[in-house]
């Protein structure tokens, strides 16, 4: 009963939804949604298998993360991108004039309830009533890190368009948000609002809120392509083919963010690691490389900062293309280059 009373949890589809799903996406079928590639969840591990990380920090930071006050444009132009970093997934983007909000987690835990789960470790920049109106919000998926319950109900009245993979529009539905602002898309299914194009593309994950509802809404990253520029953010995913795929749609990416980080040797398939990561932002053609997924939730047994740190040792000679910001500060794309510092290495 509490599984399914508590709106949390989310909203099933009904069977006109999925017959309808069935037809839009290739890999719905039997009623739950599929990786294109061979996929599991965990997988079994060879005695004397290890993650090795390059960080030897815990898992947690032992002192407060740095945090800055975002510095987002209050009238951003057609020729303006920014990028502002809450921590972990959570990203406000300014392109063709509009404020773009993606996967918004500002709760204090990745859960349900708000007694259990993985708790936050940085603070969130800004509050929700900071923010401003928000013409776009993108969700990757609908797991607790990536799909905030308290948010959608505090921000669905200052969203104009809602956009989501297939399924996910019944959690919000159920949650009040009007079925006329919901833009809910199967992979490869584009939309085109006031001149930027939002393309739906595949990632390598799955989904669920409950005990029995694996797989049954859909997963994506996205391409948002305006006017000046074109970036790509990954969501939830492990290496696979669908990068190169991607790229031979869409062509090369002026800015990637990508996940680098919840990684470990039993769920390979789930998470890339850094170096994973690296090479996918290869793949995508990337003029520049932000690494997301990391720096406030605890999710797997990684040190915290081993993300970051990986991730800058892959990137070699080409490190000064890796955009690192600190939490709350604002990307502006015009000048990437004062956004290289690598901060946390002055964080225990």
Not at 149 to 156: A, F, G, L
Not at 166 to 176: I, K, P, Y
Not at 230 to 253: L, P
Request: aromatic share 12%.
């Amino acid at each position: 009963m509490f599984l399914r009373l508590w709106p949390a949890f989310g909203a099933r589809a009904s069977r006109e939804k999925t017959e309808e799903y069935a037809k839009r996406a290739s890999n719905f079928h039997d009623g739950i949604f599929y990786n294109e590639e061979d996929f599991s969840v965990m997988r079994e591990v060879e005695e004397g298998v290890e993650n090795e990380p390059l960080s030897h920090k815990g898992n947690v930071p032992a002192e407060e993360i740095p945090v800055e006050k975002p510095a987002w444009k209050e009238h951003p132009s057609a020729e303006d991108l920014t990028v502002t970093w809450f921590g972990h997934y959570s990203l406000l983007i300014q392109m063709e004039k509009m404020n773009i909000l993606i996967d918004p987690v500002f709760s204090e835990r990745s859960s349900p309830v708000s007694f259990a789960g993985s708790k936050r470790f940085s603070k969130p920049p800004v509050a929700l009533d900071d923010l401003p109106e928000i013409d776009i919000l993108i969700v990757s998926h609908d797991h607790y890190d990536h799909l905030d319950y308290n948010v959608i109900k505090q921000m669905k009245d200052r969203v104009k368009h809602f956009i989501v993979p297939l399924g996910v529009e019944n959690h919000l539905e159920r949650w009040g948000v009007p079925a006329a602002s919901i833009h809910e898309m199967a992979w490869w299914e584009e939309v085109e609002i006031e001149g930027l194009t939002i393309g739906c593309t595949p990632a390598r994950h799955y989904s669920g809120r409950s005990l029995d509802d694996r797989f049954a809404t859909l997963w994506a990253s996205w391409v948002l392509k305006g006017s000046e520029y074109q970036i790509f953010e990954s969501g939830d995913t492990g290496f696979g083919n669908h990068f190169e795929e991607i790229q031979e749609r869409y062509g090369d990416f002026d800015l990637v963010l990508l996940d680098c980080a919840q990684y470990d040797v039993r769920w390979p398939d789930v998470h890339m690691n850094p170096e994973e990561s690296y090479q996918a932002s290869r793949t995508l053609g990337a003029k520049w490389l932000m690494p997301i997924h990391w720096g406030a939730f605890r999710l797997a047994d990684h040190p915290w900062d081993d993300p970051a740190e990986r991730m800058l040792a892959a990137s070699g000679e080409n490190a000064d293309q890796l955009v690192t910001p600190k939490i709350g500060e604002t990307v502006d794309f015009t000048n990437l280059t004062e956004w290289t510092q690598r901060w946390w290495q002055d964080v225990k």
